[in-house]
Nanobody
């Protein structure tokens, strides 16, 4: 599967952006999907994930500000980001977890090493 992230840009603190991740192929609905981000000089970190069944998980720092969603009919995942802060500045990546065992156990992973497919990243810059 191929993933294409888009929607990044420059926004002032307190503003909003919506990221999109378009997937190719007919198996998108069976994958757990996640958003990760990597700030300059830092390791890639988990942001949010949504299971094939619609369950969601967020890192504490974005809870109440970010919302992950998916539209299986459009093979697309979204990340609505509100009340953005300068510390949200990073390259945001979308990823897909195709593991059938986790799927069968309804386990959503936050470990980037568990994700099989990655998009190219989209830059989000939040100015203070």
């Amino acid at each position: 599967v191929q993933l294409q992230a888009s929607g990044g840009g420059l926004v002032q603190a307190g503003g909003s952006l919506r990221l999109s991740c378009a997937a190719s192929g007919r198996t998108f609905s069976s994958y757990d999907m996640g958003w990760f981000r990597q700030a300059p000089g830092k390791e890639r970190e988990f942001v949010a994930a949504i299971s094939w069944s619609g369950s969601t998980v967020y890192v504490d720092s974005v809870k109440g500000r970010f919302t992950i969603s998916r539209d299986n009919a459009k093979n697309t995942m979204y990340l609505q980001m509100n009340s953005l802060k300068p510390e949200d500045t990073a390259v945001y990546y979308c990823a897909a977890d195709a593991d059938p065992l986790r799927r069968s156990r309804f386990v959503v992973t936050t470990n980037p090493n568990d994700y099989d497919y990655w998009g190219q990243g989209t830059l989000v810059t939040v100015s203070s």
